[in-house]
T-cell receptor
Framework: DTGVSQDPRHKITKRGQNVTFRCDPISEHNRLYWYRQTLGQGPEFLTY????????KSRLLSDRFSAERPKGSFSTLEIQRTEQGDSAMYLCASSLRLAGSSYNEQFFGPGTRLTVL | GEDVEQSLFLSVREGDSSVINCTYTDSSSTYLYWYKQEPGAGLQLLTYIFSNMDMKQDQRLTVLLNKKDKHLSLRIADTQTGDSAIYFC?????????????WGAGTKLIIKP
């Protein structure tokens, strides 16, 4: 396994268009996270899945954002009616959450850089 | 609320030690992590420390945790040009029965020849 992969690496779109990103986690990992990162900031949590269940979504996240992980493996993040403020790096991470453990090492993909014109 | 703060920049000479500092506000942190982000690359875990420890050493890296002051530091001995990156501090908290990572804004380490 080569780690977490994301596709595409770069996406340029016009305002108002919909975009979809894909993340393939490390195969044995049960948790998958989506973050957004802008220049000079740390990752901002968007949502995460345990297997196929979406357990939490950031209260700051617009309804234009939706994520799925239909079979508990890869995940997609869709942004509808993109706005210029959506321009950012979108990071995916995965981890293996063991029952009774609070250790949470997350392995990150290279990110998808979105530019909304 | 929870918050993690770091200085935005640190400049050191090659061969010197670098000390990157981080403060956090939530005393219920379980683990604290240091991640490294190089240009064009994903975030990579460097090291971590459990909240009941006060020091951890791993080759050139030394992590110090002062729980009373809620202060975490990462010391890189004999800093090399390959250490140039942004270093993020993150704390693991239980929020709404789930473990979440709260991130600092990152410290950019600049190496002077």
């Amino acid at each position: 396994d080569t780690g977490v992969s994301q596709d595409p690496r770069h996406k340029i779109t016009k305002r108002g268009q919909n975009v979809t990103f894909r993340c393939d986690p490390i195969s044995e990992h049960n948790r998958l996270y989506w973050y957004r990162q802008t220049l000079g900031q740390g990752p901002e949590f968007l949502t995460y899945f345990q297997n196929e269940a979406q357990l939490e979504k950031s209260r700051l996240l617009s309804d234009r954002f939706s994520a799925e992980r239909p079979k508990g493996s890869f995940s997609t993040l869709e942004i509808q009616r993109t706005e210029q403020g959506d321009s950012a790096m979108y990071l995916c991470a995965s981890s293996l959450r063991l029952a009774g453990s609070s250790y949470n090492e997350q392995f990150f993909g290279p990110g998808t850089r979105l530019t909304v014109l | 609320g929870e918050d993690v703060e770091q200085s935005l920049f640190l400049s050191v000479r090659e061969g010197d030690s670098s000390v990157i500092n981080c403060t956090y506000t939530d005393s219920s942190s379980t683990y604290l992590y240091w991640y490294k982000q190089e240009p064009g690359a994903g975030l990579q875990l460097l090291t971590y420390i459990f909240s009941n420890m006060d020091m951890k050493q791993d080759q050139r890296l030394t992590v110090l945790l002062n729980k009373k002051d809620k202060h975490l530091s990462l010391r890189i001995a004999d800093t090399q040009t390959g250490d140039s990156a942004i270093y993020f501090c993150a704390e693991s908290l239980i929020m709404d029965s789930n473990y979440q990572l709260i991130w600092g804004a990152g410290t950019k380490l600049i190496i002077k020849p």
